[in-house]
C-alpha cells in the first residue's frame, strides 16, 4: 500500500505536468523564437543560420530552466518517498523516471504535430535538447541532490534534506 502512495503523487504531477508544460514550454521559449523570428531562410545565410541558432540557445535555456524545476521536484518526491520507509526502491525510481521525462516527451509530440512537417521554430528545435537535459538531470540530481540547490532552491525539498 505504502507503494502505491508514493507512486501515486509521481503518476499526478506528471499527469499536470504534461498539461502545464504545453504552457510554460511556450512561454519559456518565447524569447528564443521572437530572436529568431523572421530566419524561414536561416540555412540560406549565415546572419540567419546565426540568430536561428541563438534563437535554440535561448530557447533551451529557458525551457530547461523551467523544466528542470519539475525534475528536481520528481527526484525530491521520490527520495522523500524512499527517506519514510517501506518503499522499494527499484520500483520508486523507474516510475519517477518515467514520471519525469514522459511531459517533455509528450511536449515535443505536440509541438512536431504543430509544426505539421514544416518549418521547425527555435522552440520546436530547442525541445529536443531539453528532452536530452531532462534525462541527464534526473541522474544527476538523484545521484547528487545538492546540485538542485544550485538552480532551484525554491523547489519544496530543496535543501536536500530528503
Not at 523564437?33 to 545565410?45: C, P, V
Not at 522523500?80 to 520508486?92: E, I, N, W, Y
Request: glycine share 8%; charged share 5%.
Amino acid at each position: 500500500m505504502k507503494t502505491v502512495l508514493a507512486i501515486l503523487p509521481l503518476i499526478i504531477s506528471s499527469i499536470v505536468a504534461w498539461k502545464l508544460s504545453l504552457f510554460a514550454l511556450n512561454v519559456a521559449g518565447l524569447p528564443g523564437a521572437l530572436i529568431a523570428r523572421g530566419t524561414s531562410d536561416k540555412f540560406q545565410s549565415i546572419a540567419g543560420t546565426l540568430r536561428f541558432l541563438l534563437g535554440v540557445i535561448v530557447s533551451t535555456l529557458g525551457q530547461s530552466y523551467v523544466y528542470l524545476a519539475f525534475v528536481a521536484f520528481i527526484v525530491n518526491v521520490t527520495k522523500a518517498a524512499l527517506h519514510g520507509g517501506g518503499v522499494p526502491s527499484t520500483v520508486l525510481w523507474p516510475v519517477a523516471f518515467i514520471a519525469s521525462f514522459m511531459p517533455v516527451y509528450l511536449c515535443m509530440a505536440a509541438a512536431i504535430l504543430e509544426a505539421g512537417g514544416g518549418e521547425w521554430n527555435a522552440q520546436v528545435a530547442a525541445i529536443n535538447f531539453t528532452e536530452v537535459l531532462a534525462v541527464i538531470a534526473f541522474f544527476l540530481f538523484a545521484f547528487f541532490p545538492n546540485l538542485i540547490v544550485l538552480g532551484w532552491s525554491w523547489i519544496p525539498y530543496g535543501s536536500s534534506r530528503a
